[in-house]
């Protein structure tokens, strides 16, 4: 609303200046924003259209119709979809269709590097050609989860990834041996009864805390994430072998489709939680896979048409939540994992309507690689490594739909030959040849989620800050870490985020909020008593809304950036009643300051806590050492008042066989409060400029704080005022 209404003002300024009918257009003007911005004022203008030639009323009935027409998020999928029967579909027509098939071929010729991919998924064809002996079915149950052995996952994965490489190799030669060997593949997928993971049943998924979008009554789970996978694999193997199938096979894709997929969903979307959560990745998966597979069966089944208009909107829907900045905030892991195939539906949908339905052009993708590249460091929530997200063909092709000179940057820099995905997608979504541009200032804040990235410049040699101060809104791989933060430098990871690893059947039930890695006590956050941060959302009870935490301010320079954040809202507010960190980088000395305003009872216990990820030496309970493989840190608490620094243990239980117990370090700055405001400042530098003779202080007889600390023979202070950090 806010983008059309300054659209209207533009339109407006122009109108005034048309010199023909000028008066007139004046007038339509005066009225129409009258109409759409101040409603009260509709009245007194009506007399301006009095004096308005007919000609003129017409253009403007024209204009007022394109202004009301709905919005993008309100299209009539159900009629646009139907256009798609009103064409002569003939196979292959979903990502690539004999042209553009030829097109493919002729790149190969001339590229080396589609070349080699292509030999090389060759040799994978023929491997698989060759091979007689395969894996059995396999009944996933609660054992396996136990003892994460995954042979469920390993035995669909053989099947379902099979079936899609040699079709697509069909296509490409045109020899029928591949899609003999795909229909056997995609055979042995639909003599299976369900295709849904044992995690995803009801047994252990009815549990869970869910997401926003989903009721708490949820308890139909015949299609996941993994059915959605299958059904996007064979929607792609019926469309590319459709011409050298008999009618029996083809019968039994479609039974398979229709059977496993299709028919659990149509008609009774509401009954599955993912169908409304569009917040979390689940629903572009799923969505995703089941798109595809009614398009897939539409030249047999023109009905299923409904299906696809559904699929449009829940993609769409899911695609909005993305901010306009391009975060997601589950996190850079799950912003990529919904779309990683998902974008074939995309593709498709566009391809088939000529472009009416184009999801590429949702506001959040129009920088498809912003989280990607400057959140590079940001592993919050369930998050996995550090490093880039996503895949080569991936970025493909949503730059090659939004062509952005900093996405392509990203897909160079990190993305180059050897680290390519070497797949048929490679093949069918091209790199793209936009002109790459790094951008000119590596530092970011998404405010659509509020993460926060600090750096002097990309690359692992500058020192890189990332920064989660974010509502309590995401029940499903959120954690409560508002305030936390993340200090990464040449390839060590000095303060940061335990590894997440594998999931247990019970992480995302209400005892996810027991669990070591999603509570406040595991992360670089402030605690009063021991009072933890609390989650929106528990099993079965309604949602707490407003809790979590804000960044205020975010500023960038060449010099420094700082982040100003207030996570009390995080907090049950018993103990804490209140805190606000800053957050400082000093470009020129790679130092880090942490300032802590915290407030509570007189004689509380204040804790801070910071979890190293590499070697620590408490020195005299005062100071931090911190080694790393590659780089080193000190720490250095500011306090005017006694305090201590601890390294403390804590235990990380998974329910799983082979790793019952991990223990993972954290440093403890312990002080009682000795005000109801207390202000403790937290110093990070570079080890080699550590020496005899360095002085740090807190100075507090101001009306704000300061600090002041020499490195080498340099002496750097810093004023902290309630709205911004001042380098003095």
């Avoid at 993994?226 to 469309?239: K, Q, W």
């Avoid at 008042?641 to 117990?661: H, T």
Wanted: charged share 25%; proline share 5%.
């Amino acid at each position: 609303a806010g983008s059309k209404c300054c659209k209207l003002h533009e339109a407006y300024r122009h109108l005034k200046n048309i010199s023909i009918k000028r008066q007139s257009f004046y007038n339509i003007g005066v009225w129409f924003i009258s109409l759409t911005l101040r409603p009260d004022l509709f009245e007194q203008n009506l007399e301006h259209l009095t004096s308005i030639p007919m000609k003129l009323k017409i253009l403007f009935g024209v204009l007022l119709l394109c202004c009301i027409t709905p919005s993008f998020a309100a299209r009539d999928y159900t009629t646009i979809s139907q256009g798609i029967l009103e064409r002569k579909l003939e196979h292959p027509y979903l990502v690539f269709d004999n042209q553009s098939k030829q097109e493919m071929l002729d790149r190969i010729a001339a590229n080396p590097t589609e070349a080699q991919i292509f030999d090389l998924l060759q040799q994978q064809g023929r491997r698989l050609l060759l091979t007689t002996v395969e894996p059995e079915p396999f009944l996933d149950n609660d054992a396996n989860v136990y003892n994460e052995t995954f042979d469920f996952e390993h035995f669909v994965g053989y099947y379902r990834e099979g079936a899609k490489l040699l079709a697509f190799l069909y296509q490409m030669t045109g020899d029928e041996a591949y899609a003999q060997k795909a229909s056997h593949y995609a055979d042995r997928l639909c003599e299976m009864t369900y295709w849904v993971l044992g995690l995803h049943r009801y047994k252990v998924i009815h549990k869970r805390v869910w997401p926003w979008g989903a009721g708490d009554d949820q308890v139909v789970f015949t299609f996941d994430l993994h059915t959605s996978e299958i059904a996007l694999a064979l929607g792609l193997v019926y469309d590319w072998i459709y011409p050298a199938m008999d009618k029996e096979q083809r019968n039994r894709i479609r039974s398979g489709l229709l059977e496993n997929a299709i028919l659990r969903v149509r008609g009774n979307y509401d009954y599955f939680w993912w169908s409304g959560a569009y917040r979390c990745n689940w629903s572009a998966s799923c969505y995703g896979g089941l798109g595809i597979a009614a398009l897939a069966l539409l030249t047999e089944d023109p009905k299923l048409i409904d299906v696809v208009a559904r699929s449009c909107e829940g993609m769409e829907k899911n695609l909005e939540q993305y901010g306009s900045d391009n975060g997601w905030a589950e996190g850079r892991h799950y912003s990529i994992y919904g779309l990683r195939e998902s974008i074939a539906f995309i593709d498709a949908i566009k391809r088939l309507t000529d472009g009416e339905v184009n999801l590429f052009q949702v506001e959040g993708w129009q920088h498809p690689a912003d989280f990607g590249l400057y959140g590079m460091t940001g592993t919050f929530n369930d998050g996995f490594s550090p490093g880039p997200i996503g895949y080569s063909y991936f970025y493909n092709k949503f730059i090659a739909e939004n062509p952005d000179p900093a996405a392509m940057y990203y897909l160079e820099k990190y993305f180059s030959d050897d680290r390519r995905s070497m797949n048929f997608w490679e093949l069918i979504w091209p790199r793209p040849t936009i002109q790459a541009e790094k951008p000119t200032v590596a530092s970011k804040y998404f405010p659509s989620i509020d993460w926060a990235f600090m750096r002097k410049d990309f690359g692992e040699e500058n020192l890189q800050v990332a920064i989660k101060c974010a509502p309590m809104n995401d029940p499903h791989h959120g954690h409560l870490d508002a305030g936390s933060f993340i200090l990464s430098w040449q390839g060590d990871i000095l303060v940061g985020e335990m590894d997440q690893k594998v999931y247990d059947q019970f992480f995302f039930t209400e005892d996810r909020w027991k669990y070591l890695h999603v509570r406040s006590l595991s992360h670089n956050v402030v605690h009063v008593n021991g009072e933890e941060q609390i989650p929106c959302k528990h099993k079965d009870q309604p949602w707490i809304e407003g809790l979590g935490g804000k960044i205020d301010k975010f500023y960038t320079s060449p010099a420094f950036d700082y982040t100003l954040m207030d996570p009390t809202n995080a907090y049950p507010k018993q103990e804490m009643k209140g805190w606000k960190r800053a957050m400082v980088l000093d470009k020129r000395t790679n130092a880090v300051i942490v300032l802590d305003r915290i407030t509570c009872e007189k004689g509380a216990k204040i804790d801070l806590l910071f979890h190293p990820r590499v070697d620590v030496t408490i020195n005299d309970g005062h100071s931090v050492s911190l080694q790393g493989k590659h780089t080193s840190m000190e720490m250095q608490p500011l306090i005017n008042s006694p305090y201590e620094v601890s390294l403390q243990k804590q235990y990380v239980v998974r329910v799983v066989k082979n790793d019952p117990m991990q223990i993972v370090p954290c440093i403890f700055t312990s002080l009682q409060a000795p005000a109801k405001e207390t202000v403790v400042a937290t110093v990070f530098y570079p080890s080699d400029q550590k020496s005899t003779a360095q002085e740090f202080t807190l100075d507090e007889s101001s009306t704000n704080p300061i600090v002041r600390y020499t490195l080498g023979d340099q002496t750097y202070s810093w004023e902290f005022a309630p709205n911004e950090v001042k380098a003095l």
